[in-house]
């Protein structure tokens, strides 16, 4: 099956720096990836869509200038969170869609803690 | 809105069936999707079902009833392996993925 590769898989920052968290298409072209943000015990929530060469939509609740989302190519898009703090710390999801959908590929996951 | 509703936890008996329920309301509709998702960890796909009827794939089937708007993820021979979260999705018009809060399964000896 199709491969989304994102890393890194985790990263401890001090605050106030900024992580960049990359989600690659191994195998096949994405032409839209989503970024989700899972805290513990809870369900993904989706923060942002992005469709290769445009900008990425945001959802409501969710700063634009904080997490930065750029799909520069079909098989990559990245997600930078910007001067993080503490409550910035969670789990980072990738995903990636195809054309006609029957599946959407995850990536592995990217745990992100803010000291 | 949109909303999707599945129970929050469910315990079964190593062995056991569990079947796992979803219902849904959205903008339209192109796909359910169910998920397995272990702590920590990224969701693993399981079934896809964009006609109604039931789906079987090993020891996981997927059933979907549109009209109701309810989908079931059956699951036998329950190993404790299995003990995880499973998310069902809605694909909306605008082929948004709508995912629900996950059912959390306990799998007991």
């Known amino acids: 099956g199709a491969v989304v590769s994102q890393h890194p898989s985790w990263v401890i920052c001090k605050s106030g720096t900024s992580v960049k968290i990359e989600c690659r298409s191994l195998?096949?072209?994405?032409?839209?990836m989503f970024w989700y943000r899972q805290f513990p015990k809870q369900s993904l929530m989706l923060m942002a869509t992005?469709?290769?060469?445009?900008?990425?939509?945001?959802e409501q609740g969710v700063e634009k200038d904080k997490f930065l989302i750029n799909h520069a190519s079909l098989t990559l898009s990245t997600l930078t969170v910007t001067s993080a703090h503490p409550e910035d710390s969670s789990f980072y999801i990738c995903?990636?869609?195809?054309?006609?959908?029957?599946?959407?590929?995850f990536g592995q996951g990217t745990r992100l803690t803010v000291v | 809105g949109q909303n999707i509703d599945q129970p929050t936890e469910m315990t079964a008996t190593e062995g056991a069936i569990v079947q796992i329920n979803c219902t849904y309301q959205t903008s339209g509709f192109n796909g359910l999707f169910w998920y397995q998702q272990h702590a920590g960890e990224a969701p693993t796909f399981l079934s896809y079902?964009?006609l109604d009827g039931l789906e079987e794939k090993g020891r996981f089937s997927s059933f979907l009833s549109r009209s109701k708007g309810y989908s079931y993820l059956l699951l036998k021979e329950l190993q404790m392996k299995d003990s995880a979260s499973y998310l069902c999705?809605?694909?909306?018009?605008?082929?948004?993925?709508?995912w629900g809060a996950g059912t959390k399964l306990i799998i007991k000896p």
């Open positions: 079902n964009v």
């Open positions: 992005s469709n290769e060469g445009s900008k990425a939509t945001y």
């Open positions: 995903s990636a869609i195809s054309g006609i959908v029957t599946e959407a590929f």
């Open positions: 999705a809605v694909l909306d018009s605008n082929y948004q993925l709508i």
């Open positions: 195998d096949f072209q994405a032409t839209t």
